[in-house]
């Protein structure tokens, strides 16, 4: 069974950073493209970023570009967000999934963990 515990959300400031993580278990995490989402209310879902099983091919949206950095430990199972320049409008619930299909034409898969909130405000 795929389970998707994501960590390290928080209430911070504008400007702040926050690195959320998220633990992997019932699948084969080193051979899977990976990738965070998130969702705020009365936006719908959000793609952030992918990556892929060995970290060579990276995406970002160009919301977060340049402040986001996604990575993986495929020896710990886990995938990290790294979150620079934190901004009001990335505020919302973030989950972590995999990939499926192509690197450039895939979408994320729907089995998510409980998510981690992220809330900037001043």
């Known amino acids: 069974e795929v389970r998707l515990v994501e960590s390290g959300g928080g209430m911070v400031q504008p400007g702040d950073s926050l690195t959320l993580s998220c633990a992997a278990s019932?699948?084969?995490?080193?051979?899977?493209?990976m990738t965070w989402v998130r969702e705020a209310p009365g936006k719908g879902l959000e793609w952030v970023s992918v990556?892929?099983?060995?970290?060579?091919?990276?995406r970002y949206a160009e919301s977060v570009k340049g402040r986001f950095t996604i990575s993986r430990d495929n020896a710990k199972d886990t995938l990290y967000l790294q979150m620079n320049s934190l901004r009001p409008d990335d505020t919302g619930m973030y989950y972590c999934?995999?990939?499926?299909?192509?690197?450039?034409?895939?979408?994320?898969?729907?089995?998510w963990g409980r998510g981690t909130q992220v809330t900037v405000s001043s």
């Open positions: 999934a995999k990939w499926n299909g192509g690197f450039y034409t895939g979408s994320p898969d729907r089995t």
């Open positions: 019932g699948f084969t995490f080193s051979k899977e493209l």
């Open positions: 990556i892929s099983p060995g970290s060579v091919r990276i």
